[in-house]
């Protein structure tokens, strides 16, 4: 079970952006943004049906001199149903994203699976993917 990611970007201000926006139609948002002994680092989360918010993805920029950035990594949320897809899509090329591979059935992964590729500021592939079927 996933409790937490991390992700080490080469522009925090770029890369946190680039979430705020990507990640919106997915209901996740901004929670922490701070420095930690040189590091930016900003934190993203949801409002769990209880009303508890836990941060479960992070960015963090590393003070300079202290290591390259993740990548390519492939990160994939899961969406409520495929109109979320489709929105996550939109956000992220909105955001400065760059599309790789836009909405629609990957049959050769299962016959529901619908999902959304965008590439974050740093290589990243980004998915949202609905394993139900269209309704």
């Not at 919106?24 to 929670?31: C, G, H």
Request: charged share 20%; net charge negative.
């Amino acid at each position: 079970m996933l409790d937490h990611m991390t992700l080490r970007v080469s522009d925090y201000a770029r890369s946190k952006a680039f979430y705020v926006t990507a990640l919106a139609p997915l209901s996740y948002s901004l929670m922490v943004d701070f420095e930690h002994e040189g590091a930016k680092i900003a934190g993203f989360g949801w409002t769990r049906p209880d009303g508890s918010r836990k941060v479960d993805w992070w960015i963090v920029q590393p003070p300079a001199g202290t290591g390259a950035v993740s990548g390519p990594t492939h990160l994939a949320l899961l969406a409520k149903d495929r109109g979320t897809v489709d929105a996550f899509h939109r956000a992220g090329l909105a955001a400065g994203g760059k599309d790789n591979g836009g909405p629609g059935v990957r049959p050769h992964y299962h016959a529901d699976y619908y999902g959304a590729f965008v590439l974050d500021p740093d290589g990243n592939n980004v998915e949202a993917v609905c394993h139900t079927p269209a309704t």
